[in-house]
Structure formats: C-alpha cells, structure tokens
C-alpha cells in the first residue's frame, strides 16, 4: 500500500482549461449561489403558497450538477477507466483506506472538538437537521452526489492538474485544503471561526481521497472510498 511521495509527475492533465473553468463555475457560482436560488424562483412559480424550496426541484438541479460534471469531464473519466487497476486490488485498496478515514476522522474530530470547544461541526450539525427534515434527498446528495461532483472537481480537475505540474505532496495539500474549505466556508462567512478548527477533520479526508487517486491513478477509487465514507455515514445516522 506504499503511496508514491516521489517528485515523479503524471502524465499531461486529460482536462483542458476550459472544461476545468466549466467544473469550477459549476460548483463554486452554480451550487454555491446560483442554483440555489433558481430552484426557489422554480418552486414559487409551481407554487406561489410554498414556504421552502421543493425537494423535486433541488432533486432535479442535483441530477443536473452530476450530468454536467460527467460529461464535462469525461476525457478524465475516460483515462481513469484505461488506466484503472484490477477490481481486486481496487476494493482492498478502498476497503484499508476506508478504515484510514475512520480513524483519521475519529482523530481529527476530536483534536478540533476540543480546540474549538464544540461538539461538531456546523457542516455536520447541518447535515444532521437535514437528514431529520429531508431524508431521502439527503441522502441522494450524501451518498450520490457528492462523491462523483466533488471528486470529479477536487481530484479531477485540482488534485489531477496539479500533479501534472507538481509532486504528490504539494498536490495532496492544494486539493485537500480546497476540499476541506468548502465544508467550512460558510460558517467563517457567519463569523463563526471557531468552526475552523474543523478543517482538520474535512482537508485530512482529502487528503486520504487523494492518495486513493495516487495509488490508482484513477479517479474511480477515491469515487468508491467517497461513497463508502458517506454512505456508512448516512447509514449511522438513520440507526
């Protein structure tokens, strides 16, 4: 299970600029603000009474993100499945790097939970009241969604582009921290920086994303390591 840490470069990136640039705007402007607030325009031109924005419609700009986000990227999606390994050594390479995150993330949680005096994050304290109110289009974007958007961005385009450039170190760094920005970002908008402390926990799940990347050389794996993660996840939070 031996990651590669040489200053060895892969190969030229399969994403051109503009197919990056797509994916990027795709999530930071569309998911991050614009789609959001089509959704609720969508919602009160069905039903002018509604007081929160439809589940459909959010379902339906979610199933759009993972469309656009494929087939943006499909020449990365591409060379993964030439390059991907035997099933074999896939699923026992996810399977360790699973019980890696746990650990990891049990680690983490606790040094930021005591650092920032909370229990949780206010990412996960989110995602908790969601599952409650939302369950079932929750758990899609949990479990579906984002393992194949935010792989297909932060390993694809960041952590993939990079190591066409850099070593594995300075890659893993650039897109686990983005990664684990993303999970926080709206929390240091509030004011609230304490909640920082938590990008431990988030960026250390990134960087572990992306060894299973590395160790592939495909982008496939850190997909099945996201939706193993998010999907024990979500099952502990049902039970």
């Known amino acids: 299970m031996a990651v590669k840490l040489t200053g060895t470069r892969m190969d030229k990136a399969p994403l051109s600029p503009l197919r990056c640039l797509l994916l990027i ?4 402007v569309g998911f991050a603000y614009f789609y959001p607030r089509w959704a609720a325009r969508i919602t009160l031109w069905l039903n002018p009474w509604a007081i929160q924005t439809s589940s459909a419609v959010l379902f339906a700009f979610y199933i759009w993100m993972i469309l656009f986000s494929v087939i943006v990227a499909f020449p ?3 060379e993964s499945w030439q390059k991907l390994p035997p099933l074999s050594k896939v699923l026992k390479n996810v399977f360790f790097l699973c019980i890696i995150v746990y650990l990891a993330n049990i680690g983490f949680s606790l040094i930021a ?5 909370t229990a949780s994050s206010v990412n996960q304290e989110g995602l908790d009241q969601s ?6 289009l929750t758990a899609f974007i949990t479990v579906i969604y984002a393992p194949i958007v935010e792989e297909t ?3 694809g385009v960041f952590f993939r582009c990079c190591r066409a450039k850099l070593n594995f170190i300075c890659s893993m760094l650039i897109s686990g921290l983005m990664f684990g920005s993303i999970h926080i970002y709206s929390s240091l908008l509030a004011g609230n920086f304490t909640d920082a402390w938590y990008l431990l926990t988030y960026a250390g799940i990134g ?3 992306c060894i299973a990347y590395e160790q592939n050389d495909s982008i496939y794996p850190s997909i099945m390591l996201h939706f193993m993660v ?3 996840g979500t099952l502990a939070m049902f039970l």
């Open 76 to 78: 990365l999606f591409k």
């Open 25 to 28: 705007l795709n999530y930071y």
């Open 113 to 117: 939970s005591m650092l920032s005096g």
């Open 230 to 232: 998010n999907l024990l």
């Open 131 to 136: 599952m409650k109110a939302i369950p079932l």
């Open 207 to 209: 960087f572990i994303l």
């Open 153 to 155: 961005l932060f390993r």
